[in-house]
C-alpha cells in the first residue's frame, strides 16, 4: 500500500481504481487530499499520462499539481483558502524519455509522480 508522497503516511492509502473513457484511474487518500494517476492503453502497455496532487496543510493553505506526462508540462499551485488567493504558482516542462508502465509502477515511488 503507498505511503504518500515522501515515504510519509499521511492518509488510508488506496481509494479506487476507475475505468472512464478507455483511461485507467487509480486514486490514493492523503489525510487532507488525494493524489491520482491516469493510464492509458498504447503501445501495447497501460502507460502513466496524467498525474494530479491535491493537499491541504490544515493551516489555511491547499497544494494543486498537475503533470501531463504526454506534453510534458507540470503544474504547480499554492493557494490559501481563508481568503481564496493565489499565493504560488509555477509551471515547468519535464520531458521523460518514456512514460511509465503500468506493470512496473508503485504509487508515491518516483518524485514527479
Do not use: C
Request: aromatic letters at 16%; proline letters at 4%.
Amino acid at each position: 500500500m503507498p505511503n504518500g508522497k515522501n515515504g510519509y503516511r499521511t492518509g488510508n492509502g488506496f481509494w479506487e481504481i476507475e475505468i472512464e473513457n478507455h483511461n485507467f484511474w487509480m486514486r490514493n487518500e492523503l489525510l487532507r487530499g488525494h493524489y491520482e494517476h491516469k493510464f492509458q492503453y498504447q503501445n501495447d502497455n497501460f502507460e502513466l499520462t496524467e498525474y494530479n496532487y491535491v493537499e491541504s496543510d490544515g493551516h489555511g493553505r491547499i497544494y494543486f499539481e498537475n503533470f501531463d506526462l504526454l506534453t510534458g508540462i507540470r503544474k504547480t499551485k499554492t493557494e490559501s483558502y481563508p481568503d481564496d488567493k493565489i499565493l504560488e504558482q509555477d509551471q515547468e516542462i519535464i520531458k521523460l524519455e518514456s512514460l511509465p508502465n503500468l506493470a512496473d509502477f508503485y504509487p508515491g515511488e518516483q518524485q514527479l509522480y
